[in-house]
């Protein structure tokens, strides 16, 4: 078996963020489930999209009430195609929270907060 890093969001409806992710990523999904998707970022690196009944379920967990809108992770992709990447996650349905502007850690980004309120960056050198 290879070792692959995954980062799993959980989602209202995996199917509704694949859409999202598809046209954002420019692929599609490695896997395609009613409760689980998943999209290979490269090789050995995925996102996993869970439904978040599944994992309430899994873990026995509670439905937070008053969830605070602040986020509490990001997807941060640093590609040669930032620009294009963003413009998609627009046309997706994201929200953009700020344009590319030039970071103190010398990377250009641009924030787009997806349907579920996961940040993702678009990232580029210089």
Same mark, same amino acid.
């Given at each position: 078996?290879?070792?692959?890093? /995954? ?46 009944? =599944?994992?309430?379920?899994? $873990? ?13 992770? /990001? ?18 349905? =994201? ?21 579920? =309120?996961? $940040?993702?960056?678009?990232? /580029?050198? =210089?």
């Amino acid at each position: 078996m290879k070792a692959e890093v /995954e980062w799993i969001w959980f989602v209202e409806g995996p199917e509704q963020s694949a859409v999202f992710y598809r046209q954002v990523l420019d692929k599609p999904p490695r896997l395609f489930s009613p409760a689980m998707v998943e999209f290979e970022l490269q090789p050995g690196c995925v996102l996993g999209l869970m439904r978040k009944s =599944g994992i309430r379920r899994l $873990l026995s967990l509670a439905d937070r009430e008053n969830r605070p809108t602040f986020p509490e992770a /990001e997807l941060y992709l640093l590609r040669p195609d930032a620009r294009a990447l963003c413009h998609r996650a627009l046309l997706a349905g =994201g929200t953009s929270l700020s344009e590319f502007v030039l970071r103190d850690w010398s990377y250009t980004v641009a924030y787009v907060r997806d349907p579920d =309120g996961h $940040l993702v960056a678009s990232a /580029e050198n =210089g």
